[in-house]
């Protein structure tokens, strides 16, 4: 689904592989996969700036809104994966 030049930017970790089953075309299309940990402040504006206006829905990939008093809960669910957790999101 990527344009020419396009990138793929990868957020958070997996432990399964990434694929390229394209490469040649991939190649010659100047495409790109990125990494992105969250670890820079220039990386959140590239993930927020696509979310905010639309363009990026972020709603499927939220397991659970949780209240941030329960923050030690959130953790614990998403360290023993319970309730299969992908993201959950802390609201103060």
Known sequence: MLGMGGSLILVGI???PLTITEDLTFTYMQKQVRGHYGATPEGVVELVQPASSGRLDLAPSITDHIPLAD?????HRLENKVGDPIRLVLVP
């Open 14 to 16: 997996t432990p399964e």
């Open 71 to 75: 923050a030690a809960d959130a953790v």
